[in-house]
């Protein structure tokens, strides 16, 4: 059971826009719509920021949108802020009735 | 609200066993299954294993599977994760999570294990 592929690290300048990629297989990411991604700030519990594929829970900032394209989920943060600067993670569910998160990415705001 | 309380840090041997706690409150405990995820020091997150919090049925990642059990007290709305045969490399933190259509939408504050002779 491999954990989902992402990016180790994405950078971006204050403003800009970047994207996170989270590849699995047919039998996680591109099976279902239950893909999430959590913020993770130093010595803290991970947060929700997107479930579902697309959904934001409230209080997340509307920079921050999720989509998916077959075996691909990815999420975006437009207009990049310093409190953006964090590890990020993408779960999704698979067809064995268990889950598995990717690989975390250092997001570094320049 | 919801609430997901964990146990405290557990310092223990190699080869001794661990059981950590994750009480909810502000739901009812049954409705929703409790995941069980871990953190390495600065390594990533491991999804672990899920109990239905309904039957009590289990499922667990191949990587744990037969060194973990998940159980749980609904009287008490507590689920227990243990984790036996610990090694060094068991040193993380643990959390619990809430289940919701696909969602891990509310997290326990996280246990710090440490196994270390």
């Known amino acids: 059971q491999s954990a989902l592929t992402q990016p180790a690290s994405v950078s971006g300048s204050p403003g800009q826009s970047i994207t996170i990629s989270c590849t699995g297989t047919s039998s996680d990411v591109g099976a279902y719509n239950y893909v999430s991604w959590f913020q993770q700030r130093p010595d803290t519990v991970p947060k929700l920021m997107i479930y579902?594929?697309?959904n934001r829970p409230s209080g997340v900032p509307d920079r921050f949108s999720g989509s998916k394209s077959a075996n691909t989920a990815s999420l975006t943060i437009s207009g990049l802020q310093a409190e953006d600067e964090a590890d990020y993670y993408c779960s999704s569910y698979r067809n064995d009735v268990t889950d598995v998160f990717g690989t975390g990415t250092k997001v570094t705001v320049l | 609200q919801v609430q997901l309380v964990q146990s405290g840090p557990e310092v223990k041997m190699p080869g001794a066993s661990v059981k950590v706690s994750c009480k909810a409150s502000g739901y009812t405990f049954s409705n929703f299954a409790i995941h069980w995820v871990r953190q390495a020091p600065g390594q990533g997150l491991e999804w672990m294993g899920w109990?239905?919090?309904?039957?009590?049925?289990?499922k667990f990642s191949q990587k744990f599977q037969g060194r973990v059990t998940i159980t749980k007290d609904t009287s008490a709305s507590i689920a227990y994760m243990e984790v036996g045969s610990l090694r060094s490399e068991d040193t993380a933190v643990y959390y619990c999570?809430?289940?919701?259509?696909?969602?891990?939408?509310?997290w326990g504050q996280g246990t710090l294990v440490t196994v270390s002779s």
């Open positions: 999570a809430r289940r919701i259509v696909g969602v891990l939408d509310y």
């Open positions: 109990i239905n919090t309904g039957d009590g049925r289990t």
């Open positions: 579902n594929v697309t």
